[in-house]
Nanobody, 122 residues
Framework: VQLQASGGGLVQAGGSLRLSCAAS????????TAWFRQAPGKEREFVSAIRWNGESTYYAGSVKGRFTISRNNAKNTVYLQMNSLKPEDTAVYYC????????????????WGQGTQVTVSS
C-alpha cells in the first residue's frame, strides 16, 4: 500500500483545514486508515481512524468534536476535516494503514504516508 498525504498548511487559531490521504495498491482488503501527528520534541500520537467500510470511526479525546474523519471509497481517499484548530494542534500529520484490526498504537501500523505539516498560529 502506498499512501500520499496532503492538505497541510498554516492557519490561524479557530480556522479549518482538510487533510487527504490517497491510497494505492492493496486497497480492496479489510483495513483501517489512521491519522497520527507528531509535534517537535514529542512522540507520535493517535488522532483518528476509520475502518474502510466506513462504519466505525475513532478519535483521540483532544480532537473529538473538532475533527471529522471520512472516506471516499471510489477514490480510495480518507479525509480529516479539522475545525476550531488550536496552536496545540501544530504538528506533522501522518496517515497510516493496517489490515483487519483497529489500533491506536503507532507500532501496529505497517504502511505510512510521508507526512504533511499543519501549523496553527495564535
Amino acid at each position: 500500500v502506498q499512501l500520499q498525504a496532503s492538505g497541510g498548511g498554516l492557519v490561524q487559531a479557530g480556522g479549518s483545514l482538510r487533510l487527504s490521504c490517497a491510497a494505492s495498491g492493496r486497497t480492496s482488503s479489510n483495513g483501517v486508515t489512521a491519522w497520527f501527528r507528531q509535534a517537535p520534541g514529542k512522540e507520535r500520537e493517535f488522532v483518528s481512524a476509520i475502518r474502510w467500510n466506513g462504519e466505525s470511526t475513532y478519535y483521540a479525546g483532544s480532537v473529538k468534536g473538532r475533527f471529522t474523519i471520512s472516506r471516499n471509497n471510489a477514490k480510495n481517499t480518507v479525509y480529516l476535516q479539522m475545525n476550531s484548530l488550536k496552536p496545540e494542534d501544530t504538528a506533522v500529520y501522518y496517515c497510516a494503514v493496517r489490515f483487519l484490526i483497529y489500533s491506536r498504537s503507532v507500532n501496529d501500523y505497517n504502511y505510512w504516508g510521508q507526512g504533511t505539516q499543519v501549523t496553527v498560529s495564535s
